[in-house]
């Protein structure tokens, strides 16, 4: 007789270097002299033998250690244009002005990415699931569709597809449930997408994409004389977040505290409100939905300065061989619809991670004196 023998951890001896393949089409131009310039790039890309880490492998296969620490897997596309154009829109012996502005747009496409799917989503508060399949995008999440709250019992009954209200076999209406709590009125009323009478994981769907549709810049120095004014912004559109931070202020189901918002809760039939009843420690009244979802585009002041160079014989007169005194502001003033601390929220570098705002510190207005001397 001898010990018996199983399989721990899968050897490793077959991982090789990611391969990418990629072609660009693109072009310079320079017109009217050097008044205008700029450039245009297309590039598609194509990446095969992604390394994954922590690869879950089945547990059919007999290993005791299911994780895999690296693993080849996966095909990943991104394709994009980006364009920028310098102006010189005034060039006078006094007046100076000279205009930039930038654009991109990338789009990414999972053609492959075989061991991931929701399968590890929970249906509980708060979660969000995240589809990495073939076709969607990643930075894309799923997850809920909120359609308010529920305002009397009549608004419970559940419909099916043409819209006529559900009844058991003994003739009773079906009441709606968010997983095995029944819904009553005030409580979270979400879109049941397969008219089953119970909101659960069969009614989740593509809720957003983390990635912006468009990002760039642009600004522009004017110059006068010995005067010089310096500005420079910068902006994101299309982009979407889960607001992690609103969510827990808005969730009423421990002691923690909560934001003024809760104070427009559901109490009464009739009252006009999209937040739910106050429940403690119970229901399922901020399952992770596109209520939370937030488009976080901006436009932001990122830097704004006025400088003025002190005139040439009174730098010589000083010894000097010029000066300039000047003053600088970063991130002043930020356009936004976005109801978080700060709009420009960090994406995930790990393709399984939620694009979220978790109350990061905003960035700080700040203001900047100077005078630079050169002997």
Not at 116 to 134: C, D, H, L, P, Q
Not at 165 to 173: F, T
Not at 201 to 211: F, L, P, V
Request: a neutral charge; one cysteine or more.
């Amino acid at each position: 007789e001898g010990n018996a023998v199983t399989a721990s951890t899968m050897q490793l001896n077959n991982l090789k270097w990611e391969r990418s393949t990629e072609w660009n089409f693109g072009f310079d131009f320079n017109l009217w002299n050097g008044k205008l310039t700029g450039s245009f790039d297309y590039y598609n890309k194509k990446t095969n033998d992604l390394l994954q880490k922590d690869y879950v492998v089945s547990s059919y296969l007999g290993y005791t250690n299911h994780e895999l620490k690296y693993y080849n897997a996966g095909s990943l596309r991104n394709k994009g244009v980006e364009f920028r154009a310098d102006w010189q829109a005034l060039d006078t012996k006094d007046w100076k002005l000279k205009v930039n502005f930038n654009i991109s747009h990338n789009e990414n496409e999972i053609l492959s990415m075989p061991g991931y799917s929701e399968e590890n989503y929970s249906f509980e508060n708060g979660k969000y699931a995240m589809r990495i399949v073939r076709g969607t995008s990643v930075g894309s999440f799923s997850g809920y569709k909120y359609l308010g709250v529920y305002q009397n019992t009549e608004d419970t009954y559940a419909k099916d597809a043409e819209g006529n209200v559900m009844h058991d076999l003994q003739g009773n209406p079906v009441i709606m449930s968010n997983g095995t709590y029944r819904c009553y009125p005030g409580d979270a009323k979400y879109e049941d997408l397969n008219k089953d009478g119970k909101i659960d994981k069969n009614d989740i769907t593509y809720i957003g994409n983390s990635n912006p549709q468009l990002q760039g810049g642009g600004g522009f120095n004017l110059r006068y004389k010995n005067w010089s004014l310096t500005v420079f912004m910068h902006y994101r559109l299309g982009q979407k977040i889960v607001n992690r931070a609103r969510m827990n202020a808005e969730s009423m189901i421990g002691s923690d505290n909560q934001s003024t918002a809760v104070l427009r809760r559901w109490r009464n039939e009739g009252d006009q409100t999209d937040i739910p009843r106050a429940l403690w420690d119970y229901g399922l009244n901020y399952l992770g939905s596109d209520r939370f979802v937030e488009d976080c585009s901006f436009l932001r002041l990122k830097t704004l300065s006025l400088s003025y160079n002190l005139p040439k014989t009174f730098c010589q007169n000083l010894g000097l061989t010029s000066a300039n005194v000047y003053i600088t502001g970063y991130d002043l003033f930020t356009i936004t619809n976005y109801t978080g601390q700060d709009p420009e929220v960090n994406l995930p570098s790990n393709v399984t991670d939620l694009a979220e705002d978790n109350s990061q510190t905003p960035r700080s207005r700040r203001v900047a004196m100077g005078v630079t001397i050169n002997f």
